[in-house]
Each structure stands twice: as C-alpha cells, then as structure tokens.
C-alpha cells in the first residue's frame, strides 16, 4: 500500500519556493494596506528570486470569488476582481501547479484522518508533491497534512 512518503518519495521540501495560498494572495489586492507581514514576505521573495507558485485550486476560489460578488449584483466590484484575477493569471502564467493524478492520490490519503477543508487538502496535496512551503494564514486548515507553512500574519518573516 502507498503512503504519501512513497508517492512523493522523490521531492524535498525546496527551500525559497513557496505555493501561495488563496488568502494571501487576496491580501496583497490591497496593495499599500495589506498587512505588513505578507507585504514583507512578498518583498523578501522578489529580493531573493524565490519562486512563487499558485495552485489551479487557488484560481478555482479566486473565480468563485469574483463570480459570487457578480451573482450578488454588485456589477462593478465584480469588474474590478475580474480586471485583478486577470492580472494574476498574467503574472503567474507560467508559476500555476496542475492537480494530477498523483496530487489527486495524495488528497485522497490526506483526507482519511480529517475529511475536512477538502480545496485545502487539494493545496497542501499540490505543495507536498511539488515540495514547496506553503503560505497561508489558515494554518489550522492545514494542521496534520505535514505541509511546511509560513503564515506572514502571525509574525515577520525572518530572511
């Protein structure tokens, strides 16, 4: 039987990559008033041209995001989040992790002890198999998936 160790027995954690979960990356839409801790991580990864990725699962939420806001009727905030997802799919084009089989196997081990937070277990999935260190601000979401995380709200980032 495959354990998650043997179905990623390939990949070590990558030092300086980072998969960016689907809240920080909503911070940093509020530019100058983002909270300082993510504005200080993001600062520290271009300076040290750390790789940043964004999983398919994250661009699912952000879409959700913005077509809730449309559904709602509040047709110009709508246009302005689709006008910043556009902006993000831009700017990490090239930097957006498939969900593969392999990922899919180990969601599916993931979620046997705890069902829950299922797009969660999907994003630690994607950054165990890529071995990235995820950042987030939900770290309880992600707590027993064995994903290292930084969460750049509860303290500054150290270089």
Do not use: C
């Amino acid at each position: 039987m495959a354990t998650i160790q043997t179905l990623i027995a390939f990949k070590m954690t990558q030092p300086n990559q980072y998969l960016i979960d689907t809240n920080i990356i909503s911070e940093l839409r509020k530019k100058s008033t983002a909270n300082p801790g993510v504005l200080q991580f993001f600062q520290q990864a271009v300076e040290q041209s750390a790789p940043l990725y964004l999983s398919v699962i994250t661009i699912g939420e952000l879409r959700r995001g913005v077509d809730l806001i449309r559904h709602r009727g509040d047709q110009h905030q709508a246009e302005l989040l689709e006008t910043w997802l556009q902006t993000v799919l831009e700017d990490y084009t090239d930097h957006i992790l498939d969900f593969t089989a392999l990922e899919a196997q180990v969601w599916g081990k993931l979620r046997v002890p705890n069902p829950h937070n299922a797009l969660d277990k999907m994003i630690a999935a994607t950054a165990l198999t890529y071995g990235l260190i995820l950042v987030t601000r939900n770290v309880s979401d992600f707590a027993g998936t064995g994903v290292p995380i930084i969460n750049p709200f509860e303290s500054v980032v150290s270089s």
